[in-house]
């Protein structure tokens, strides 16, 4: 059984910094892409940042810049680092990650969600 497990959410002021963690667990062979979506009230769930298991990051147009995707491979964790932060980037963010497991097949696996309010 394969799981993603995020932390870090909190509520922060406008302009403010925050670093999101996932990190996976289970039984599994290897972890492929590693990214972050997210979905605020009442929209639907975005792409914000993703990266390769060669370390090769992509970002939405509305992050680059202010957010930094990076992976600990030794750890099984993909991190999020955000700054200048703002109202708009409110939203429960979500880690998503290509895991091959032991059966050597290869799935999309999310977690649960962790909540990043910005706010005044």
């Known amino acids: 059984q394969v799981q993603l497990v995020e932390s870090g959410g909190a509520l922060v002021q406008p302009g403010g910094s925050l670093r999101v963690s996932c990190a996976a667990s289970?039984?599994?062979?290897?972890?492929?892409?590693m990214g972050w979506y997210r979905q605020a009230p009442g929209k639907e769930r975005e792409f914000v940042a993703i990266?390769?298991?060669?370390?090769?990051?992509n970002y939405a147009d509305s992050v680059k810049g202010r957010f930094t995707i990076s992976r600990d491979n030794a750890k099984n964790t993909v991190y999020l680092q955000m700054n200048s932060l703002k109202p708009e980037d409110t939203a429960v963010y979500y880690c998503?990650?290509?895991?091959?497991?032991?059966?050597?097949?290869?799935?999309?696996?999310w977690g649960q969600g962790t909540q990043v309010i910005v706010s005044s």
């Open positions: 998503n990650a290509l895991i091959t497991t032991t059966a050597r097949s290869t799935y999309n696996f």
């Open positions: 289970g039984s599994f062979v290897r972890i492929n892409t």
């Open positions: 990266v390769t298991s060669g370390d090769s990051a």
